[in-house]
């Protein structure tokens, strides 16, 4: 599924910008080999799960689309996305909560700094999985001659995060042993929820980060 065995399975850029550090100098000894040490460990801490499933689109009305099942999703960025595809694949994933619950001891105990590159590489790894299980739904889509969008989560651009639920809900119970809380939150916390549009060519051309005028958003695919 992922493996993790050192420093080339982590993207070790995007670790230090999260944990704070200034990638301009170089990585001094120290740090480096905690963080050796740690992807050479976190392995046995990543507990993977995933499930996805694949419905067809029912219709595409203004800000709304309507999935297989009579699952409503309300987003003018999803309803434009959703639009020009077929069908649409509906994922959770997970990393397990033993690795978060294990940079929380290392916090406790005053390890701030091995809880905060820990925590780091457990997103790595997230975002790894959720790679993972993009890529099976893109295999899928290409034994039928289809492409797949881009993937979108509940929580961007103008998706609200209360649309959890119906993702939750479009899963039909298979939720990857992850939990939803009332608050509309994921455990373990290392979770993805989202979508991923299937379609012809044109599915892969929707970016509504072309056009939009929030330059800081931590989650921008675009950059003029």
């Avoid at 999935?67 to 987003?75: A, L, M, N, T, V």
């Avoid at 997103?123 to 289809?146: C, H, N, P, W």
């Amino acid at each position: 599924m992922i493996t993790i065995k050192n420093r080339n399975d982590i993207d070790i850029k995007q670790l230090l910008l999260n944990i704070g550090y200034d990638t301009k100098h170089e990585l001094p000894s120290r740090m480096a080999n905690l963080i050796d040490d740690y992807v050479e460990h976190a392995g046995y801490l990543v507990d993977p799960s995933y499930s996805y499933v694949i419905r067809d689109i029912e219709l595409v009305l203004g800000q709304q689309a309507v999935i297989e099942g009579s699952i409503f999703f309300d987003s003018d960025v999803i309803a434009r996305l959703l639009e020009n595809c077929d069908r649409v694949a509906v994922f959770l994933t997970t990393i397990g909560g033993y690795l978060e619950e294990t940079v929380a001891q290392l916090a406790e105990d005053g390890l701030v700094l091995q809880a905060s590159v820990l925590d780091a590489i457990g997103s790595g790894v997230t975002e790894k999985m959720v790679d993972f299980v993009q890529s099976m739904i893109e295999e899928e889509a290409r034994t039928q001659g289809l492409y797949i969008s881009q993937r979108f989560s509940p929580g961007y651009c103008d998706w609200n995060i209360q649309q959890q639920r119906r993702v939750f809900q479009a899963m039909s119970g298979d939720s990857a042993s992850i939990q939803l809380t009332d608050g509309c939150l994921m455990l373990p916390r290392k979770s993805v929820s989202g979508i991923i549009g299937i379609g012809s060519r044109e599915v892969t051309s929707y970016n509504p980060c072309v056009t939009c005028s929030k330059r800081n958003c931590v989650g921008r695919r675009h950059r003029p």
